[in-house]
């Protein structure tokens, strides 16, 4: 059984046909990620959702409706494009060839702007407004991996795309600030899984994903409990268990020319580490895991296998609320997650000085 969730069309309720705009196909091609529910209107009856929120732009869509002559659709805004804007100029002036004063003064804007919308309580903040502006900024993978992400499950590939953009936020705010470092820890997050696409994510390898991710051991002893389930020739207990190398060899095969530096890709293998020794597959300790490791590991660990559709204010306290449940469900935390915490909560404190200064 695989776990399968693309289903994308659907009637818009009544109530929100109000609320639609317009927007041209031209101004569509330039996301990446969709910034809102897109609908075909016909001529009688309601308007049929034709891509929701967060769904991938494809070439092929637009110039299939290029050809049939339309100019533009109807949609759903859910996004701030003052927000997106702003971010996205402040990303790009970290690339090498801006003055480094420049730079440095691009990070502690980006800190800030992650610490109000992201950190505190802020009805403005939206998760979908990062998705898009990280992909906008960084997402350079061939069209058919992209393919792959999103066929294996909406869940999967909508997952992927929040976990690498908080590993955006975390890598800045921790002092990593070079683009193409950015680049590559981004693409590198939304490979974690990688091991996972096609027919191996089952139902049962999703709910153990997120039962290890409360809390490391959990999804293991999972399975356990399942008994051996076969998913071709291999079993779940096995999948879930080699997923993280697996997805470092798929990973170095099909996209080595998206990294910069290719090295980095090594942190798929070490994305279910907990630094307690109850991750897996090394079962290593905290010393045994740099900061860079743990970047990884805790994003992976921030972001819920559930399949949560885009919502306005939906990034409200978002990474506050998750490292609180965390803390809460894990009986301790890695040497090294709480050493990565304690500087986040560092950096993101004297954003909050300054801001009462
Ligand atoms: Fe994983």
């Known amino acids: 059984m695989t776990f399968k969730d693309n289903d994308s069309s659907g009637d818009v309720p009544t109530a929100q046909s109000r609320d639609l705009e317009t927007i041209s196909l031209k101004d569509l091609e330039s996301f990446k990620v969709c910034p809102g529910d897109i609908f075909f209107s016909p001529k009688r009856g309601n308007p049929i959702r034709l891509l929701r929120a967060g769904n991938a732009i494809y070439e092929e869509f637009i110039d299939k409706y290029k050809i049939k002559g339309l100019q533009s659709f109807k949609y759903l805004p859910m996004h701030n494009q003052k927000f997106i804007s702003e971010c996205h100029e402040l990303l790009m002036q970290l690339k090498l060839e801006i003055p480094e004063e420049q730079r440095l003064l691009a ?41 792959e992400l999103q066929d294996t499950s909406l869940l999967f590939y909508n997952r992927s795309l929040k976990v690498a953009s908080f590993s955006i936020i975390v890598a800045i705010t921790l002092g990593y600030y070079d683009h193409d470092f950015l680049s590559d820890i981004y693409h590198t997050s939304f490979l974690l899984d990688y091991g996972l696409s096609g027919e191996k994510f089952t139902y049962h390898i999703v709910q153990a994903c997120e039962l290890e991710r409360l809390n490391p051991g959990g999804g293991i002893a999972y399975l356990d409990d399942m008994g051996i389930l076969d998913v071709g020739v291999e079993n779940e207990i096995d999948i879930f268990l080699n997923h993280p190398k697996k997805g470092l060899e798929k990973a170095r095969i099909k996209c080595n020319e998206t990294f910069h530096y290719p090295e980095s890709l090594y942190l798929i293998e070490k994305h279910h580490e907990s630094g307690n020794g109850k991750g897996f597959p090394g079962n290593l300790k905290g010393g045994e895991l740099t900061d860079f490791d743990c970047i990884c590991v805790f994003t992976d660990q921030l972001v819920p296998f559930r399949d949560d559709p885009y919502k306005k204010g939906d990034g409200s306290g978002f990474i506050k609320n998750q490292v609180n449940a965390i803390t809460r469900e894990k009986s301790s935390l890695g040497g090294s997650n709480q050493r990565l915490l304690s500087r986040l909560d560092h950096e993101f404190k004297k954003m909050e000085k300054k801001k009462s200064a």
């Open 107 to 147: 990070r502690e804007s980006l800190v800030k702007i992650f610490y109000d919308h992201y950190w505190e309580v802020n009805e403005e903040s939206n998760l979908l407004d990062l998705v898009i502006v990280c992909a906008n900024t960084f997402l350079r993978f061939k069209k058919e991996i992209i393919e």
